[in-house]
C-alpha cells in the first residue's frame, strides 16, 4: 500500500499531487494546506519513497500503473491529477492508458520524452547524477548541490534546505531505480489522444524540462492551457507557490 498525506474528504472533488524523482509527498505540504479548505487532497509516496514500500519492478509503467490501482482501491472517481517531473511522466502514462479515468490533469516542469534522441546527452544526464554515487557519496552528500542547480536564479536558502532534506531521505537504491526508469519513456505520439482538459506550468529559467519544450508539448493536446512563470526554475511549486496555486485553482475552477 502506497503512502500518502491526505486530508481525504467524502463528497469533495479529489486533487492528486504526484511528486518528482528527488522529493516526496512532503513537497505538495504548501498546496495540501491551501488546496484541503475545498477539495480531497492527497499527495502520494512514490514506490520506494517516503514511507511506501519498494516496488518489485522499477518503471515508469508500473509507477502509473501502482497509482492507479492505488486510487481505484481508495473509491476515487474522477481525479484531478498533478505531476511534478517525474510525476508529471506518470501523470502522461495514466492519461494516455486510462483516457477516461482523471477529470482534469496538470503537468508542472516535465516532458512527453526523455531527453532528445542524441543517446550521449541520456548518458551524460544519468552519469551527471548517478557516478557520484557509485563513488561512494551518499544521498545527502549530493543533495545540496543537486537541488541548487535545478532551481531559478534566486537561491532561496529555505527552498534548498527543504528540497534537500527530502532528496536526503531518499535510499540510493530508489533513486538510482526511479532515474534509470526515465530512458525509455516517449508518449509524444500519445499525446494527441488526450482529451480532458490539461493545464502545463513551466518555469522560463527551467533546464531540466525546458519552457519550450513545454509550450511545445501544449500545441499537441488538443483541451490545453499553457503557462510560464517567470523567474523560476524546476522547483516551480516551491519556488513561486502563490502564482503556481493561483494557477491551478483557477484552472480547476473553470471545468
Same mark, same amino acid.
Given at each position: 500500500?502506497?503512502?500518502?498525506?491526505?486530508?481525504?474528504?467524502?463528497?469533495?472533488?479529489?486533487?492528486?499531487?504526484?511528486?518528482?524523482?528527488?522529493?516526496?509527498?512532503?513537497?505538495? &505540504? %504548501? !498546496?495540501?494546506? @491551501?488546496?484541503?479548505?475545498?477539495?480531497?487532497?492527497? $499527495? /502520494?509516496?512514490?514506490?520506494? *519513497?517516503?514511507?511506501?514500500?519498494?516496488?518489485?519492478?522499477?518503471?515508469?509503467?508500473?509507477?502509473?500503473?501502482?497509482?492507479?490501482?492505488?486510487?481505484?482501491?481508495?473509491?476515487?472517481?474522477?481525479?484531478?491529477?498533478?505531476?511534478?517531473?517525474?510525476?508529471?511522466?506518470?501523470?502522461?502514462?495514466?492519461?494516455?492508458?486510462?483516457?477516461?479515468?482523471?477529470?482534469?490533469?496538470?503537468?508542472?516542469?516535465?516532458?512527453?520524452?526523455?531527453?532528445?534522441?542524441?543517446?550521449?546527452?541520456?548518458?551524460?544526464?544519468?552519469?551527471?547524477?548517478?557516478?557520484?554515487?557509485?563513488?561512494?557519496?551518499?544521498?545527502?552528500?549530493?543533495?545540496?548541490?543537486?537541488?541548487?542547480?535545478?532551481?531559478?536564479?534566486? &537561491? %532561496? !536558502?529555505?527552498? @534548498?534546505?527543504?528540497?534537500?532534506?527530502?532528496?536526503? $531521505? /531518499?535510499?540510493?537504491?530508489? *533513486?538510482?531505480?526511479?532515474?534509470?526508469?526515465?530512458?525509455?519513456?516517449?508518449?509524444?505520439?500519445?499525446?494527441?489522444?488526450?482529451?480532458?482538459?490539461?493545464?502545463?506550468?513551466?518555469?522560463?529559467?527551467?533546464?531540466?524540462?525546458?519552457?519550450?519544450?513545454?509550450?511545445?508539448?501544449?500545441?499537441?493536446?488538443?483541451?490545453?492551457?499553457?503557462?510560464?512563470?517567470?523567474?523560476?526554475?524546476?522547483?516551480?511549486?516551491?519556488?513561486?507557490?502563490?502564482?503556481?496555486?493561483?494557477?491551478?485553482?483557477?484552472?480547476?475552477?473553470?471545468?
Amino acid at each position: 500500500m502506497l503512502n500518502f498525506i491526505s486530508n481525504s474528504v467524502e463528497n469533495k472533488k479529489a486533487i492528486i499531487f504526484i511528486h518528482g524523482i528527488a522529493s516526496t509527498s512532503e513537497t505538495f &505540504k %504548501n !498546496q495540501i494546506e @491551501i488546496f484541503k479548505k475545498d477539495y480531497s487532497v492527497i $499527495s /502520494i509516496d512514490l514506490p520506494g *519513497y517516503g514511507k511506501s514500500p519498494e516496488p518489485l519492478e522499477v518503471s515508469i509503467t508500473n509507477y502509473a500503473e501502482t497509482i492507479y490501482k492505488f486510487l481505484l482501491s481508495k473509491n476515487i472517481n474522477k481525479p484531478i491529477l498533478i505531476g511534478h517531473s517525474l510525476g508529471g511522466m506518470i501523470v502522461q502514462e495514466i492519461l494516455t492508458k486510462y483516457i477516461s479515468f482523471a477529470e482534469a490533469a496538470v503537468l508542472i516542469a516535465t516532458s512527453a520524452k526523455f531527453g532528445s534522441n542524441d543517446l550521449s546527452w541520456q548518458n551524460n544526464f544519468i552519469n551527471a547524477r548517478l557516478k557520484p554515487l557509485e563513488e561512494g557519496k551518499s544521498m545527502k552528500d549530493i543533495s545540496i548541490k543537486a537541488v541548487t542547480n535545478i532551481i531559478g536564479s534566486n &537561491k %532561496n !536558502q529555505k527552498i @534548498i534546505t527543504f528540497a534537500s532534506n527530502m532528496m536526503a $531521505s /531518499i535510499s540510493k537504491n530508489t *533513486y538510482k531505480s526511479a532515474i534509470l526508469s526515465l530512458i525509455d519513456f516517449d508518449v509524444r505520439h500519445k499525446l494527441i489522444n488526450i482529451a480532458i482538459p490539461l493545464l502545463l506550468i513551466s518555469g522560463d529559467e527551467d533546464k531540466q524540462a525546458p519552457a519550450k519544450t513545454m509550450k511545445s508539448m501544449s500545441k499537441k493536446i488538443k483541451n490545453s492551457k499553457y503557462i510560464e512563470i517567470k523567474n523560476c526554475g524546476h522547483l516551480i511549486h516551491l519556488e513561486k507557490p502563490e502564482i503556481f496555486n493561483r494557477s491551478i485553482k483557477e484552472f480547476i475552477l473553470s471545468l
